[in-house]
């Protein structure tokens, strides 16, 4: 048991998904047989999704609050959960719609902010403290932890902070198809004045150590471009002949494999990657790598009116700690009501156990 990794997760906002999606996902055996789970939130919340978890789905466990790692079980049957104790149990609607839960209609606030901010904190603590293998974090809502008083534009610029990471970058996966990303959380104006030799050097190295993390032996990296058609010789824009290039050949002269060897058209990059030509792609701005991941990972059954999909996995990297997350928001206008997709939950915890045995 002991070198099963301990896994700690956010329980994200109270009033989102996090925690019945972390139930849900706790149900599941072969995630005890792995790891040894354990959630970072408040029992309050934790109570009230078991209880809808019940009621929706039948699902039945246990809740055992803690104070300490030490104090956990992690026995299948019963979530161990370190009480943070920000949320009482008055704070959370309990509302229902015909003899059913109903979502909270909370939305972003203070409160669901700073309890998700201090969630966050905890496990960064824990896991720099070496006293858990890896974290992983339910959604949070950036709105809410500004209006807490936090001014983070999301969980990789806390993370980045709280574990003193100067060079970092977001990496989304599902499947056979993972993106990183020279700038995210950016207007798209700023985002094109980011797509500056050093960054797009310093992201294709990450991307390389990133994927070696995963067990990659010999990554092959693409380079996206940033302009229609990699800028058309420079009829489109000049940012791959004076920016993006350089980068390219500087990495390949350090070794790192970049089979096209110059920027790869953005229109093309990913159905390619998708078809095992690269292990991963180096993208200029979000929207660039976002779209392409949820299109594949994101389902939705028109007929049946619900997702049958919410796959993804988002994870930071260049930090001293492991981190990976869930792939989509808070959900604020279903949650509550036991319908939330735990998808998108169980594949970043596997991300994460694959990330720490591979450290050990």
Known sequence: MENKPIVAITMGDPFGNGPEITVKALHDPKLY???????????SCMEYALEVARKVSGIDLKLHPIQEVK?????????????LGLVEPEQIPHNEKDGKPAPFGVGACALGGEAAFQYVIKVIDLAMKKQVDAT????LSKEAIN??????SGHTEIYAEYTHTEHYTMMLAHENLRVVHVSTHVSLREAIERVKKPRVLEVIRIANTGCK???????????????????????????EIEEIQPAIDEAMAEGICIPDKKPTPP?????????GWYDIVVCMYHDQGHIPLKVKGFVYNHELGHWDAVAGVNITLGLPIIRASVDHGT??????????????????????????????
């Open 136 to 139: 992983v974090t339910n959604a």
């Open 33 to 43: 047989e792995a790891c040894r789970p354990l959630v970072v939130g408040d029992a």
């Open 71 to 83: 104090e956990a079980l992690f026995q299948y049957g019963t979530i161990d959960l370190i009480d």
């Open 213 to 239: 993390a995963l067990g990659i032996k010999q990554p092959k990296i693409a380079v996206a471009g940033l302009n229609p058609h990699c800028g058309e010789g420079g009829l489109f824009g000049r940012e």
């Open 331 to 360: 959900g604020f206008g279903h949650a509550g009501n036991g319908g939330a997709n735990e998808l998108s939950l169980k594949n970043a915890i596997s991300y994460a156990i694959q990330l720490a045995k591979n450290r050990e």
């Open 147 to 152: 209006m807490a008083g936090h001014h983070y």
């Open 267 to 275: 229109d093309t990059v990913f159905s390619k990657a998708l078809g």
